[in-house]
């Protein structure tokens, strides 16, 4: 039973018997991944706060052909989240980009480009104190990296290029933007802002992204918007609300 | 064919459906009370219907109890000052246990836990709320889980009851005692400089 080691993300962990944890992470080298942490809900525990949403930690774990949990053996800190959890908006945000994460991969398929998205937007969450546009970037990325982003530039139905002062129409069942002339019924409009903020996202990296638009309410709304078409296509995808979103179109 | 007799495997499925308990388990203690004297069996069903029967929540600090008020929030001897708020009733025992706290309690209900749907609605945040109006509690001591939902809930009632003129503490978190510093995490001891104090 040999031990492995890999750089991973803890996506989300239970309480598991009196004092375990069943934890699932995303490994960078072998995709996401779930185990049992004996012991960690006990005071003493050598797993400390390695294992709290998000933690960015180096994990080693054996793992047995027959079994369908691996035992996790070792955890070491790399960078811990756990600050950006205090602000409540952040909170429901980052908790979106795990249960995102959670939805979306396989099991064991390693994805490193996932492993890097959900990285630089919680980072960016715990430096900045703000979500809106770290969750719209990350939800479009999720959506571009499953091969579901549609085409931001030209109409799915007439192939005419979306005019850039033009709304455009969505709806999460029809794979593509349309224009205003081949909007279809239960089809909602896409604000050009939020289109652009799209384009944006799609050509430049988070960081970049975020001296470029504008941070006012303006630049918020256009970022809600873009989140709420992303979110939209994902649950379309993976057949099933979001428990998080929930929260996130409450008022705290 | 069936493996067991029907009223056997309803009582495994009951079983089951306890936290912690599987399928071998579940079957483990439903032939062990098969084994045992009817009474001693019976017992258990009627501990169970008794305490589903008798418990509530406390209309003043949601604490599980068989009286309301529970005992806590009727007993004059208690500081009325100072209420210790909790996630869970089961947490009230572990504060007890230290014999230093001689405050109140409040139960919320669970913690903000955007992943399985529980906003500040969900939790008894409200009454909590009411029973600072009345002018005598001084300081809320958020004794909250040291994790990344027992922190979001406790900055978000501290920004709730600051503004009423109220003292909002919360427990220190670092390094346990008996344990070697070696082995401590860079958040826990960072935790626990944080809250260091004067000697």
Redesign the interface.
Known sequence: MPVHESEAIILQSYALGEGDRLVSFLSRTMGRMRGVAAGARKPKSRFGSTLERLSHVRIWYFERETRELVRINQCEMIESFLSAFSDYASSIALALFSEITGAVLPEKEASDANFRLLLLATQTVKRTGKCELPLAYFALWTVKLGGWLPSLDRCGQCGQALAANDPACFSPSAAALACGKCRRPGMRLVSPPALSLARKMVAERLDRLQDGVAADAAGARAAREVTEMMLDIIEHQIDRKLVSRELLESPA | MPDFAPSVSRLIDELKRLP?IGQKTAQRLAFYLLRVDREQALALSDAIRDAKDKIRHCSVCNNLTDADPCLFCTNSTRNRSMICVVEEATNIQAVEKTRQFNGLYHVLGGS??????I???KLNIKNLIERLKGGTVEEIIVATS????G??TA??LSKLIKPLGVRVSRIAMGI?V??DLE??????MLKAMEGRRDL
């Open positions: 912690g903000l836990s955007p992943l399985q749907g906003g500040p609605d040291p994790t990344a939902e922190e979001a900055v978000y346990p008996g344990s082995y401590a995490d860079e958040v826990t």
